[in-house]
Structure formats: C-alpha cells, structure tokens
C-alpha cells in the first residue's frame, strides 16, 4: 500500500495543534481529521523535539542549566513560572529546590588555605615520626625473637643452667 503524503499546509496546522502547552489529543485529532493515529504520534514526536531542543530531563540538567533556569524564572510570576516549567519539562517543585541550592551555595565555609597547608605538614611529620618509631620496635622485636631463639637452642645443646 503506498504512503500516503500530505500538504505542507495541513502539516503545519497540525504542527501547532499538537504543539505544547495547549496541544490537542492526538486520538481526537486522528478522528477529526481522517489521519492514523500513528502518523499524527511521530508528527507529535517531531513537535516537542523542535517545540524544546533545551527540554531535557531534570537530573540530565547540568548545574550551569540549572542556575540558568533560576536566573529567567527569577522575575516572573508564579502563573509565567509554571509556564516556564511545562516548556522545559520540569517541575515547579524541581525549580524551587534549584532555587535553595542557588541560594544557599555560598552558605558553606571554607578554611584557610595556609592552615590546612600547615595542618598537613604537621601531620605529614607526625607520621613520619611514628613510622621511624615502628621501625625501631620491629628491630627491637626481631632482636628479641633471635636471642629467644639462641637461648633455647643453647639451653637444649648445653642444658638448662636452672637445674644445676
């Protein structure tokens, strides 16, 4: 069965019914205009795709997006945010909480870059110190377990010096 094509014209008027935010169902559209359901879905498919080349899942945003989305939404009101949102395919909920995070990133505090350089150094001498005190009582351990070791071997060559 061949393809059947339509009018750049009835494409585009379609384009715009079944363009967010008030796109039309696409079942009733199929109906009232004698189209397959499934033509006017890929159709639909190719509108949001071009309608929001921006729209991406809100966890696949990055933090620069994010920032970004904070910064146009700043100024307008709650019923131009939550169309902001349907566009980009994000929650107000999800731009709230950007909105925290933005405001509370400078929140933590940093310490000084010349304390943390000396606490390290410190640090870095303390071991070196328990290290070469390690050593020490491993020779000293190693020592003992040698004269320990020649003790009984002479007490079982000559007899223990005890008994006498």
């Not at 094509?5 to 004698?34: C, G, H, I, M």
């Not at 033509?39 to 949001?48: E, F, I, M, N, S």
Request: charged share 35%; with cysteine; proline share 4%.
């Amino acid at each position: 069965m061949p393809q059947k094509t339509y009018s750049k014209k009835l494409k585009e008027s379609v384009f715009k019914r079944l363009a967010p935010p008030n796109a039309e169902k696409v079942p009733d559209l199929a109906k009232e205009l004698n189209i397959p359901v499934n033509t006017l879905y890929t159709w639909r498919a190719k509108v949001l795709k071009e309608s929001s080349p921006t729209s991406k899942k809100s966890r696949k945003w990055t933090s620069k997006d994010k920032f970004q989305a904070v910064l146009e939404t700043a100024s307008l009101s709650e019923l131009e945010t939550s169309k902001y949102c349907r566009e980009k395919g994000i929650h107000v909920e999800e731009l709230k909480n950007w909105v925290k995070q933005c405001q509370n990133a400078n929140d933590t505090s940093f310490e000084d870059p010349k304390e943390l350089k000396d606490s390290l150094k410190n640090k870095q001498h303390k071991i070196k110190k328990l290290q070469k005190e390690l050593r020490h009582k491993e020779k000293a351990l190693a020592e003992t377990a040698a004269l320990l070791v020649l003790r009984k071997k002479a007490d079982a060559i000559w007899g223990d010096h005890e008994e006498e």
